[in-house]
Every structure is written in structure tokens, then in C-alpha cells.
């Protein structure tokens, strides 16, 4: 498997912290996929820099999130890069933060949950989407992940990136349930 080799780079000098390519880091190329989370584990314990920053995600934290979201990642290494001391709302990547990260495509409540939990800012700004509100209402759209973000303090008329806000984003993506959602939290047009 996967672990083998890396063990095998290890073992014959590989820089753990090495940067290039779409990811970044191999710690976050490895955050990225399901079932990995030995070969995370594995290259914290080599001395993988847990907040390293370059790639397309940014940081390993923002790949777990993002993976999650996909449901092609998992809770578990979130659950270990938290643990490692990750930054739970460093800046950085195509999604800006973590939780902007796990809030898009179909959403992870539970990787959200934990995020918040952690002391991630549900109003954070910064990547494509501004704030993850804006994340949470595009594309597959969850109203779920959209009402946990109100619930949490998230700023109904921030404004953000490419949608401007939540409820512009919704609007475009035709989320009808979650135009309805905003607009009952105060949501206004401008």
C-alpha cells in the first residue's frame, strides 16, 4: 500500500516537509484521500509540519476538510491534524479556511461540528467563496450545513467573493430551500 512506500521513502531520506506540486506537501496529498489516516499519522511522527502552507488547499487541515465535504475524506484526520496542533483558521488555499473547506460541495456537519468545536471563525473570509455561508450555498447546496453555520453565529449578509452572498449564492445555484432559510434569518437583497 501507500504507507509501504512512504515508509520506504522515509527510510532512504525523503524530506518530509518537502514542497511542490498540486498539493504542497505529502501531508496534504495525503489528507486528501479516504482511509489514510496511517499515512498521515506516520508522517506527523517523521515531523511532518502540520500548518505547512503551498498547494491547492493551502494546508493539510483545509485537504481533510475539503475531502470530507466530498465524502471522500474523513472525520479522523481532521480529528488527527487537530490533535498535531493544527491551525484550525489558517488562511490559505482555494477555500481560505478549513471550515469554508468542509462546508462546500455536499457539506460536513460533523467535520464542521468539530471545527467549531475547535475554535474555527464561522465568519472567516477568504477564499473563493468569502465566508463558509457562501460556501455552504453553492453547488450541491446543504441546508443543513447552512442552518448549523446560522446556529453558530455565521453572518447572514456577509459579503463575500465570487457569489457576494449566501443568499445571491443560493439564488444562483437555485437552492430554493435555502433562499427560504436565509431569508427567514434576515437575509436581505443588498
Given amino acids: 500500500g501507500s504507507k509501504d512506500v512512504v515508509e520506504l521513502l522515509l527510510k532512504h531520506g525523503a524530506d518530509v516537509n518537502a514542497q511542490g506540486g498540486f498539493y504542497g506537501t505529502a501531508l496534504q496529498a495525503a489528507a486528501t484521500y479516504k482511509g489514510s489516516k496511517d499515512v498521515v499519522e506516520l508522517l506527523l511522527k517523521h515531523g511532518a509540519d502540520v500548518n505547512a502552507q503551498g498547494g491547492y488547499y493551502g ?3 483545509q485537504a481533510a ?4 465535504a466530498t465524502h471522500e475524506g474523513s472525520k479522523d ?8 496542533g493544527a491551525d484550525v483558521n ?11 473547506a468542509a462546508a462546500t460541495y455536499k457539506g460536513s456537519k460533523d ?22 455561508l457562501q460556501a455552504a450555498a453553492t453547488y450541491e447546496g446543504s441546508k443543513d450545513v447552512v442552518e448549523l453555520l446560522l446556529k453558530h453565529g ?3 449578509n456577509a459579503q463575500g467573493e465570487i457569489y457576494g452572498t449566501a443568499l445571491q449564492a443560493a439564488r444562483y445555484w437555485g437552492h430554493k430551500k435555502i433562499v427560504k432559510l436565509l431569508l427567514r434569518h434576515g437575509a436581505t437583497e443588498t
Fill in 59 to 61: 494546508n493539510a487541515l
Fill in 65 to 68: 476538510a475539503a475531502a470530507a
Fill in 111 to 132: 467535520v464542521i461540528e468539530l471545527l467549531i468545536k475547535h475554535g474555527a471563525d464561522v465568519n472567516a473570509q477568504g477564499g473563493i467563496y468569502g465566508t463558509a
Fill in 77 to 84: 484526520v481532521v480529528e488527527l491534524l487537530l490533535k498535531h
Fill in 90 to 100: 489558517a488562511q490559505g488555499g482555494f477555500y481560505g479556511t478549513a471550515l469554508q
Fill in 154 to 156: 455565521a453572518d447572514v
